[in-house]
């Protein structure tokens, strides 16, 4: 089995990525006023996909462990990639960035239920409940006014884009029980091709005859998120998902939407109301209450 990374590398790593996916949503959005959305989504990782390929091909060999099994990577690629990925670009058509990474908040509640469930995790104390239920309570707190604000709409686009975190923690509850001592980069390269490969069927059904605007944001926000959000990201995520706990490396997704909200207001204007605040506070109690209480050690 794979060693497990010491705690100044995962909170360092941790950090990184929530940068990272904090930003690519207002990157997100900002591409979609130009190009179709699962257009842009198969080309982000197709080019993802290709980067990921030069980097195993130079480094892959220094990685130990298995190659991934072809049913572990295609239930990743559809799950993680595909599934998730389809709805999130869909939905920020209609919703703001800021909003929608809200609602991807409510990941780490799923992955501590299918860790407890599938991967016979030990169970949550009464600290850590209460942790997630203050996360969560923020969560509201952020995205109710916004719903509202932006429409009647926007309530179906909210429902079906919590679908997104529920495929990713599928994907990501598979990766723990079945991938752990596979090579990280290996799984990641071809998760996303495979992801790229349905994702353009998708787009190729459904977007035949809509209008592109190669313009250079457009571009720029392409590149930006194969490289950066989707190679450097989901590269940290897969490495550290082999050795650390499921639901405190989803933590991640109680930090970045209050980056992204920020980012949104900021650079995209996008509405902020005063439960923004109050909201963003609940979310930073609730991550110190779960990741400040140590899971028992097992005997």
């Not at 996303?192 to 349905?198: E, T, V």
Request: hydrophobic share 55%; proline share 5%.
């Amino acid at each position: 089995m794979s060693s497990r990374p010491s705690t100044p590398v995962i909170l360092a790593l941790g950090a990184v990525m929530c940068l990272i996916w904090g930003s690519t949503w207002m990157v997100i959005s900002g591409g979609l006023d130009h190009l179709p959305p699962f257009t842009s989504a198969a080309i982000r990782f197709w080019i993802a996909g290709g980067l990921m390929a030069a980097v195993v091909a130079w480094f892959g060999g220094s990685e130990k462990g298995n190659s991934p099994s072809t049913a572990l990577w295609m239930a990743s690629g559809a799950l993680n990639m595909a599934l998730s990925y389809c709805i999130v670009y869909w939905c920020e058509t209609k919703l703001p960035s800021g909003l929608s990474a809200v609602l991807w908040a409510s990941a780490p509640m799923m992955t501590a239920i299918a860790t407890r469930l599938f991967l016979k995790g030990a169970p949550l104390s009464t600290r850590q409940w209460l942790g997630f239920s203050i996360g969560f309570a923020g969560i509201v707190a952020l995205f109710w006014t916004d719903v509202r604000a932006v429409g009647p709409e926007a309530w179906k686009a909210g429902l079906l884009f919590l679908v997104s975190p529920l495929a990713a923690t599928a994907g990501a509850t598979l990766i723990k029980k079945y991938g752990q001592d596979v090579r990280s980069m290996e799984l990641n390269r071809n998760s996303m091709l495979f992801g790229a490969f349905i994702i353009s069927i998708v787009a190729g059904i459904t977007e035949r005859n809509a209008t592109f605007h190669w313009t250079p944001i457009a571009v720029a926000s392409i590149l930006y998120l194969a490289a950066i959000g989707t190679t450097l990201g989901f590269g940290i995520y897969f490495w550290l998902l082999r050795t650390v706990e499921a639901h405190k490396l989803s933590l991640v997704s109680y930090i970045t939407p209050v980056i992204a909200l920020a980012l949104g207001v900021t650079l995209r204007h996008e509405p902020v109301y005063w439960t923004t605040a109050f909201g963003s506070g609940l979310v930073v109690l609730g991550v110190a209450l779960v990741a400040s209480q140590r899971s028992p050690q097992k005997t």
